[in-house]
Nanobody, 121 residues
């Protein structure tokens, strides 16, 4: 089995910063692309940022210049540094990863359980 566990969410004032982490564990052979998604109440889940195994990144326009995605392949961990947070950034943040498990050849998509980010104005 493979598990993705997010951490680092919480309550922050507008203009503040948070750093989210997503740690992957289990029978992992390799991890491909990873990404952070978020879902606010009453809204669809949206992609915030993504990063390939080689480190190429892309961001939603609403967070570009404020958020930075990174990963440590040796630790199977992905990060999201969120600066200059706005009330509209409040949501549950989920990590996502494409994982090839030990003994398998195909890529499987996994989600974490989510971590709440609340931004007060």
């Amino acid at each position: 089995q493979v598990q993705l566990v997010e951490s680092g969410g919480g309550l922050v004032q507008a203009g503040g910063s948070l750093r989210l982490s997503c740690a992957a564990s289990g029978s992992i052979l390799s991890i491909g692309a990873m990404g952070w998604y978020r879902q606010a109440p009453g809204k669809q889940r949206e992609l915030v940022a993504a990063i390939t195994s080689g480190g190429s990144t892309n961001y939603a326009g609403s967070v570009k210049g404020r958020f930075t995605i990174s990963r440590d392949n040796a630790k199977n961990t992905m990060y999201l540094q969120m600066n200059s947070l706005k009330p509209e950034d409040a949501a549950v943040y989920y990590c996502n990863a494409g994982v090839i498990r030990l003994g398998e050849l195909s890529n499987r998509n996994y989600w974490g359980q989510g971590t709440q980010v609340t931004v007060s104005s």
